[in-house]
């Protein structure tokens, strides 16, 4: 096995998501003199996914209106990418990273390895498209071009979203799963139902209360007997984070995921995780808390990154997803023990929804995010206790006091919201 390295090591990041490259560009700002290397599976150079079920799959937008740094940036911040380059082994104790027969030494390491799709488990299930790469959203695509009807399994915000995309692109297309109104459990069912018409309004069949019981060569079969022709099939049934190379090595993991604290440090010395692979504690939610979202991974990512460059910090920002379906936005949170959500309401703003977090008398706003504040006007919680700040369409609010805070305005009846993940 052939030693990869010209130099002395440096920080080796695994993983080139939106958490392994603010993890890069934490460390630079930090750190301009050790190497940084990214080792990817990833063919390409590190893009948004966000868009590849919006505007790339209804065509308005490009592989390349994705990238998130030009090839240049890389050189000019010395920061090596090695492109398809999977990761099979890490030795915690040698210091030692080995892909493909060659190992990588590392001074400090950090795992951000996503997670993918998990195939859907049913006769056929193979014969489903899947939606996380650019690759993956190409073929999609390239599929979509040809197709008459699709049939799109499961209503979470990547079913939604690609279900919009694939109906504005002129195919008939049928949105099944098991949930009454889609994200019930997580938006509550007036938001839901808002959800539904929007997609109706594009043209989408939303069929609730059925189960996909087989995917043959013309359709899917429903658990209720019943079938749907189609010539295209897109598995939204969710993902599996990536842990499995950082558990062999012995990193504690908890749910199948890199159990890490809110510096983002993993059981191991020197080793930091971060983004959808990671566990993570949440200092202001005082427990570790699972997400799936881009602003998040990036927030860990910053985290772990400044971390290796010699500065912890902690991850105590309020997480949360921005979706943004139909050019409307959506930005929910995903809370602590310490933080009541109710589920937005309409209002004549659009949808929102009020949190109670922190503890009394503190105030803790993540530096990261407090560059990023643009809080709307103040007006009164709905829960009737104290000030509340709202977020106005196109904003994003992070704050955190101990009065109720509204950080969510699910602003999907609106149009006018222009925030866009970067
Ligand atoms: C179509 C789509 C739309 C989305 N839209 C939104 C949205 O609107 N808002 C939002 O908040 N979130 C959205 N998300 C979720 C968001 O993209 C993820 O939360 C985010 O990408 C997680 O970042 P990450 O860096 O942790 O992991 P990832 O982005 O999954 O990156 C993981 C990286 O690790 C690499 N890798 C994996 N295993 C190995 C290995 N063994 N060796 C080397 N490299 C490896 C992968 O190739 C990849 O480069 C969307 C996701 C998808 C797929």
Not at 233 to 239: S, Y
Not at 345 to 355: A, E, I, K, L, S
Not at 406 to 416: D, G, P
């Amino acid at each position: 096995m052939g030693v990869q390295s010209a130099g002395p090591p440096g920080l080796v990041i695994i993983g080139s998501g939106p958490a392994g490259l603010s993890a890069a560009e934490s460390f630079r700002e930090r750190n301009r003199d050790d190497p940084v290397l990214m080792l990817t599976a990833n063919p390409a150079l590190p893009y948004q996914r966000p868009p590849l079920s919006k505007d790339f799959l209804r065509g308005a937008a490009e592989a390349g209106d994705a990238e998130l740094h030009p090839a240049e940036w890389f050189a000019d911040n010395a920061v090596e990418v090695v492109r398809s380059q999977p990761v099979d082994a890490i030795d915690v104790t040698q210091h030692l990273v080995m892909s493909r027969g060659s190992s990588y030494p590392y001074r400090w390491l950090v795992v951000t390895t996503g997670a993918l799709p998990s195939p859907i488990p049913v006769p056929g299930g193979d014969n489903a498209l899947q939606l996380r790469s650019l690759a993956d959203a190409t073929a999609l695509r390239e599929a979509a071009s040809g197709a008459d009807a699709a049939v799109v399994i499961g209503a979470g915000f990547i079913g939604c979203e690609a279900a919009a995309s694939l109906a504005m692109r002129g195919v008939a297309t049928t949105l099944v799963a098991p949930d009454p109104v889609p994200q019930a459990k997580r938006l509550g069912r007036e938001a839901g139902e808002r959800i539904t018409a929007l997609l109706t309004e594009v043209g989408v069949d939303y069929l609730a209360g059925v189960e996909v019981t087989e995917i043959g060569s013309r359709g899917v079969h429903l658990d209720n007997g019943t079938s749907i022709g189609c010539d295209l099939v897109l598995a939204a049934t969710g993902v599996a984070p990536q842990a499995d190379v950082a558990a062999q090595a012995g990193i504690s993991t908890r749910d199948g995921r890199i159990a890490v604290d809110a510096g983002m440090q993993t059981s191991a010395d020197n080793v930091w995780a971060a983004g959808d692979v990671a566990l993570a504690q949440n200092s202001l939610a005082g427990r570790r808390i699972a997400v799936e979202h881009w602003q998040d991974a990036i927030d860990q990512g910053v985290v772990a990154g400044a971390a290796a460059a010699g500065e912890p910090g902690e991850w105590d920002g309020v997480p949360g997803f921005l979706d943004n379906d139909r050019g409307s936005n959506a930005e929910v949170p995903r809370l602590g023990r310490r933080v009541r959500n109710l589920h937005p309401r309409r209002t004549r703003r659009g949808f929102h929804g009020v949190v109670r977090v922190g503890r009394r008398g503190r105030r803790r706003t993540h530096p990261q995010r407090r560059r990023r504040l643009r809080p709307g006007r103040r007006t009164h919680s709905s829960a009737g206790s104290g000030p509340a700040l709202v977020a106005t369409p196109g904003t994003r609010v992070r704050c955190a006091t101990d009065a109720p805070v509204a950080v969510s305005n699910t602003s999907i009846t609106t149009s006018e919201s222009r925030y866009r993940p970067r």
